[in-house]
T-cell receptor, first 110, second 115 residues
Framework: QKEVEQNSGPLSVPEGAIASLNCTYSDRGSQSFFWYRQYSGKSPELIMSIYSNGDKEDGRFTAQLNKASQYVSLLIRDSQPSDSATYLCAPYPSQGNLIFGKGTKLSVKP | EAGVAQSPRYKIIEKRQSVAFWCNPISGHATLYWYQQILGQGPKLLIQFQNNGVVDDSQLPKDRFSAERLKGVDSTLKIQPAKLEDSAVYLC?????????????FGAGSRLTVL
């Protein structure tokens, strides 16, 4: 049974702080990893993808991947109230389709 | 480019009734997915189509759910008869490819309430 574990939160951070969202996955064969953002009442939208160990930066977002530890994270620098949403971790397993975690709810307080 | 279109946006039915949802993917996207998202959970894949063929329907409750994608474009997801636990948002997504570094684009979703 392939699993994706995320802390459901809510994770509350003050505006301007760094938000750190973590995800672990069970399938060692996973090669592609995605972070989707989902605002309340809206559908998920892709914000980051990462395929290699290490860091990948895109604006205020940094994805970090450690395949040996089966761990992927998303850092949001200079958090804004508009970043308040649920963040879904989605590894692409060695067989089958994307598996979504339950998501971490982030709240950025002004 | 136009996004993934879904309808209806909201539907309320009583248990044991039937319901159908429609999806039109992004033009040129060969792969279409239906996901079920229960409140507080991540999306769960129900069925994946590649053109008009089914690639993965391992998590589709086939005794009550059915889906088709005629002509490899639009798709319809049907539930008959509905149960209380089917209350969820049904998300349609499409992508260019079917595996690997695959980016999914989701529609706005169809929210189903079963009373």
């Amino acid at each position: 049974q392939k699993e994706v574990e995320q802390n459901s939160g809510p994770l509350s951070v003050p505006e301007g702080a760094i938000a750190s969202l973590n995800c672990t996955y069970s399938d060692r064969g996973s090669q592609s990893f995605f972070w989707y953002r989902q605002y309340s009442g809206k559908s998920p939208e892709l914000i980051m993808s990462i395929y290699s160990n290490g860091d990948k930066e895109d604006g205020r977002f940094t994805a970090q991947l450690n395949k040996a530890s089966q761990y992927v994270s998303l850092l949001i620098r200079d958090s804004q109230p508009s970043d308040s949403a649920t963040y879904l971790c989605a590894p692409y397993p060695s067989q089958g389709n994307l598996i979504f975690g339950k998501g971490t709810k982030l709240s950025v307080k002004p | 480019e136009a996004g993934v279109a879904q309808s209806p946006r909201y539907k309320i039915i009583e248990k044991r009734q039937s319901v159908a949802f429609w999806c039109n993917p992004i033009s040129g996207h060969a792969t279409l997915y239906w996901y079920q998202q229960i409140l507080g959970q991540g999306p769960k894949l129900l069925i994946q189509f590649q053109n008009n063929g089914v690639v993965d329907d391992s998590q589709l409750p086939k005794d009550r759910f059915s889906a088709e994608r005629l002509k490899g474009v639009d798709s319809t997801l049907k539930i008959q008869p509905a149960k209380l636990e089917d209350s969820a948002v049904y998300l349609c997504a499409s992508s260019l490819y079917s595996s690997g570094a695959n980016v999914l684009t989701f529609g706005a979703g169809s929210r189903l309430t079963v009373l």
